[in-house]
């Protein structure tokens, strides 16, 4: 479960230096598809990834306004504060909590029933979709996106002829 929660931080921030460079104007501008534009992309991104971990632990989730972050720097400020309950739970994931039942009373009296390791894997898998998306606007801007690439990150480091 780390190894992808921590290849989606490395490019995560990968992204966040490839968007320095573009003016705060293009980082607002109405864009097809996603939420809206590439500043309230990663702002999603982020809420969502530590919105569901909040609710895993039954802690209160407690909602950011986009308002507040019109800039790529308050972005990633909001990133780096909220970061740091994310990976504190992230790395006491252990197999035991796999299929730990998280119950989602929805507003419209509908309830959803999901296990907790399914949970990660919707949050892990969102934030790629996301990615996904940033990478069609990079070239819709003419610029080469980031590499989705797993290889290369350094997630695992291999046994350099040790044996299996």
Known sequence: METFFRYNWIVREQWYAWCADLPPEELLRPRIGGVGSILKTFF??????????????????????????????????LDRKLHQDVEAFVLLWEPSMEKRTYIDRRTDGHVHIDAWGEVMRHVIAHEIHHIGQLSVWARELGREPVSANVIGKGLIEPNHGKGP
């Open 44 to 77: 999603h991104i982020i809420d969502v990834e530590w919105s569901w971990l909040q609710l895993l632990q039954g802690k209160p989730d407690t909602a950011e306004d986009f308002a507040n972050y019109q800039t790529l720097e308050a972005v990633r400020e």
